[in-house]
């Protein structure tokens, strides 16, 4: 055999081998076509079998599970999930497609986050999700997003199946939420502030603490009511956060009403009351240095509207406010609600809390003496002139008297 025929049959060897290596099909775990569905069998009919979210990161796993048609979030005193996150998870695994594989090596996994997300100090995110028998219809980990390779403006991120090593960078959501809170609907209660008629917040004794209130609802401020004698209260703006304690309220944490001992923390007890009726009522108690909170709505039938209220009012009509009201305690009678400082401080806020610093006994008499009006002067005594000298006294010579006249004789006569 000649070199050149030698050499036509190594390069033939060559070609074969690479055709093999080729052709020889990746195992089903790892293998994806770039475009097609990360989990095929998987789409918008069948995502809605899906019955529970487990999402581990750092260490930890929390479960969101559908519950008589509800979602709720376990690790939460299953307090109800925010449908719409729940949505956005489930239907972005539909579209999470593969686009370019990158490498199987655990110690670069980390680099794009893709390490075991049970580590406590990981920084990848695994979602799985299970129908109501446990079989699993997805299992994936999420990486870093990437920003960089953001093809026809769609959204990327490193991905990697569960079981697998292989690591993709995918087209898909990247902001699967980590935390528990994060997947509640944070919303508790929200009375506008414009609404609100008067606020009062009494001691766990029931002694009267703090009173604010307005006149009329186009009052633009809030007055104190029970303002001491000779103290002056800071400016309206300070008085009116009180009355909007209860405009726009989120919770940062929640648990079961029992759970929270409200007779024994008790620090207070706050009632708001609308100018359409409406009547909030909070109890406040502290555990552990945090503020919690119990509610209940009540509605004043001697205050409800008699008449529908102007286009522009946010005051609200007798049915609506009374449907308010029933809405707001089927949703919050079971719970009790750790709040953020941005309504937590109002809420328990005492009256010193609205009031100019007392002054000081010696500052009240620095000012009663500023108050006073000065004396007018008195214009200095002119300095008295010298008196000119008494000239000296003449000496005047006494002359001798005149003789008496003599006495004539009667003979003579």
Request: proline letters at 8%; charged letters at 35%; a positive charge.
């Amino acid at each position: 055999m000649n070199s050149k025929t030698l050499y036509a049959l190594s390069g033939l060897t060559v070609i074969l081998i690479g055709a093999t290596v080729f052709l020889t099909p990746a195992p089903v775990s790892e293998r994806a076509a770039p475009g097609e569905r990360m989990f095929p069998n998987l789409d918008p009919r069948t995502v809605n079998s899906a019955d529970s979210l487990a999402v581990t990161a750092k260490g930890k796993t929390f479960t969101v599970y559908r519950k008589d048609g509800a979602w709720l979030v376990k690790e939460m005193s299953d307090y109800p999930a925010d449908p719409a996150q729940v949505r956005k998870a489930l239907f972005s695994l539909t579209e999470l497609r593969p686009y370019e594989a990158k490498t199987k090596e655990a110690a670069r996994l980390a680099k794009l986050e893709l390490e075991d997300p049970k580590g406590k100090d990981a920084q990848s995110k695994q979602l799985t999700v299970k129908d109501k028998d446990g079989k699993v219809l997805a299992d994936v980990i999420y990486g870093k997003a990437n920003t960089t390779n953001v093809i026809l403006g769609k959204e990327m991120v490193y991905v990697r199946k569960a079981g697998s090593d292989q690591a993709w960078l995918a087209e898909g959501d990247p902001s699967l939420k980590a935390e528990p809170l994060d997947w509640v609907t944070r919303s508790v209660i929200d009375v506008k502030v414009d609404r609100v008629k008067d606020a009062e917040t009494k001691s766990p004794k029931g002694e009267l603490v703090l009173h604010i209130a307005k006149e009329k609802a186009d009052d633009k401020d809030f007055a104190v009511k029970n303002l001491p004698a000779g103290r002056k209260p800071k400016e309206a703006r300070t008085i009116g956060y009180v009355a909007e304690a209860l405009d726009g309220v989120n919770l940062d944490d929640v648990k079961k009403a029992g759970e929270i001992d409200f007779e024994k923390n008790a620090i207070g007890t706050g009632t708001w009351r609308t100018f359409d009726g409406l009547v909030i009522k909070a109890r406040m108690a502290e555990v552990d240095k945090k503020f919690w909170v119990a509610l209940a709505a009540e509605v004043d039938e001697a205050a409800l509207l008699k008449e529908k209220p102007k286009a522009d009012s946010k005051l609200k009509d007798a049915d609506s406010v009374r449907k308010e009201a029933a809405e707001i305690n089927s949703r919050v009678r079971a719970w009790a609600y750790h709040l953020p400082t941005t309504s937590s401080r109002f809420m328990s806020w005492k009256l010193e809390d609205l009031l100019e610093p007392e002054k000081k006994e010696e500052e009240k008499k620095g000012e009663e003496k500023k108050g006073e009006t000065p004396a007018a002067p008195t214009p200095a005594a002119k300095p008295e002139e010298p008196k000119p000298a008494a000239p000296p006294a003449t000496k005047v010579e006494e002359k001798p008297a005149p003789p008496p006249p003599a006495r004539r004789n009667p003979a003579q006569r």
